[in-house]
């Protein structure tokens, strides 16, 4: 049951930014869940399998959007392996904290996408790139009061909690 609900999350997380949050979008600025879905993965798991996780979301982004392959593959390694590494020294309870580690690790995520893009030969001005970075770090860190409790009870007592094959 839990990776089905796993999976259920990740497609919904690459599935709602074009459709949903396509209503709700400030000045054409959408949240990126995929982001934020891997923080929350990076958050609760050891470092490997949070690397794991990324590579997983970024190759599922990557095929999704058909474009550029590697490009979110590599950003969702770093976005992963850079929570996992602040959750080690951060205390990932507080809601405050956790809002402000989405907001800096989604400015990396984003910043590594813009690089990336402008290494594939895309044309973005210095504007539209600060825009997005700092407008999407913003809406995600918006969403965690909304989102991040009801996934770390899960993941702590619900149907999201790892349970080894003998504790089944």
Known sequence: M??????????????????????????????????????YMAMH???LSSVLWGLGAGLLEDFYLGRYIGMYTLTL?????????????????NFLLTTFMVFIVTVVGQICVAFLG???????????????VF???????VLVPVTYPLIHRSFLHGWLRYRPRYDR
């Open 77 to 93: 390694l770093v976005v992963a392996f850079l929570s996992n590494w602040l959750t080690e020294r951060w205390y990932r309870d």
């Open 118 to 132: 402008l290494g594939a030969g895309l044309q973005w001005s210095l504007g539209d790139i600060t825009q997005l």
């Open 2 to 39: 839990r990776y089905i609900l796993i999976a259920l999350m990740f497609f919904l997380s690459l599935i709602l930014p074009g459709t949903l949050f396509h209503f709700w979008a400030w000045s054409g600025i959408k949240p990126d869940l995929l982001i934020l879905l891997t923080i």
């Open 135 to 141: 407008g999407v770090a913003l809406y995600n860190a």
């Open 45 to 47: 798991h050891r470092r």
